[in-house]
């Protein structure tokens, strides 16, 4: 089967790339930039006719959507653009596979949730009620992928970090190295998630071919539960960085146009029973990405 894989320079399509190396699938890798080093196919995923292309001339059989507009912040005075890169282009890859009767693996997040305030783990079948143009956009896009008929994973995710681009653990591992001293939110719960381990999971799904009957959405994450403070006191202690005094603080202190959730711990039963899969904890996982960067 041939797979392609959109925003393969981004922290996820890395992860891919390496799991994948030794697939008996193709994997064609795509972005709409380039990355040293590695093979990437150029595709404007909001080009449906370039889609159409790509898809017919390589004979795609699946999609593995990992693109998407990701600032949150700048997603509130940029709504035109993040609307058309996690809406209307998940509704175009939709549309493309569906004329093909292929699969699309569509990367979601968290953000869906947030707006209705509530402390037990979110479940798929839970309203979305999202609190920024971020979260809308994406809760947009799962809704547009169901509503094309198309054979469809959607996995939510949240917290996501790995060894590559920017991310919150790298960001944590030097603050915590060269400050003396760091505030970090506590009153914002979830689970971080190493992209890594999604990525074998969405290997998994395909290589097996547990996809097959199985539409619908799904959680993600890794296990357990911390707040941004709990999380930057592992990666401080993981990284060695024992010289930062790093206290809680409230997340009004640092102002922002988007009012983040509090509470968006994914339940993951579903994943789990549905593909027979172990999911290792938030600790033990940031401890495994920090080793390979060190």
């Known amino acids: 089967m041939k797979i392609l894989v959109t925003g393969a320079n ?12 030794n697939s008996s699938d193709e994997y064609i890798f795509s972005d709409v930039t380039e990355q040293q080093g590695v093979s990437t196919t150029f595709l404007d995923m909001t080009d449906i006719n370039a889609l159409r292309d790509i898809v017919r001339k390589e004979n795609v059989q699946c999609i593995v959507n990992c693109a998407a507009y990701t600032n949150v912040d700048k997603a509130e005075t ?13 509704k175009l ?12 693996i569509h990367i979601s997040t968290d953000y869906v ?31 547009n992928i169901i509503g094309t008929g198309v054979n469809h994973i959607i996995i939510r995710t ?33 689970t971080p998630t190493y992209a890594g381990d999604l ?52 997340s009004d202190e640092f102002p922002s146009p988007v009012k983040r959730p509090a509470f968006s711990v994914l339940d993951k039963t579903k994943a789990k029973t549905t593909f027979d899969v172990t999911i290792p904890y938030w600790t033990t996982s940031l401890r495994k990405c920090i080793s390979n960067m060190k």
């Open 10 to 21: 981004g922290q996820l399509g890395n992860e891919i790339r390496i799991v994948a190396e």
């Open 93 to 104: 890859l939709a549309q493309v596979m569906k004329e093909v009767d292929g699969l699309l």
């Open 78 to 90: 940029d709504e035109e653009l993040c609307r058309k890169l996690n809406a209307t282009a998940p």
């Open 113 to 143: 949730f947030g707006g209705d305030p509530y402390n037990t783990p979110c479940k798929e079948d839970q309203k979305g009620t999202p609190t920024g143009v971020y979260g809308m956009t994406k809760l947009e896009g799962e809704n």
């Open 158 to 190: 949240a917290w996501l970090y790995s060894e590559f681009g920017r991310n919150f653990v790298k960001t944590m591992m030097s603050l915590t190295a060269t400050k003396p001293n760091l505030n970090v939110v506590f009153d914002q719960v979830g």
């Open 199 to 250: 990525a074998e999971f969405i290997y998994d799904i395909i290589t097996n071919r547990k996809y097959k009957g199985n539409n619908g959405i799904y959680h993600y994450s890794n296990e357990g539960v911390c707040s941004w403070y709990d999380f930057t006191i592992k990666i401080a202690e993981l990284a060695g960085n024992k010289d930062c005094d790093i206290q809680p603080c409230h």
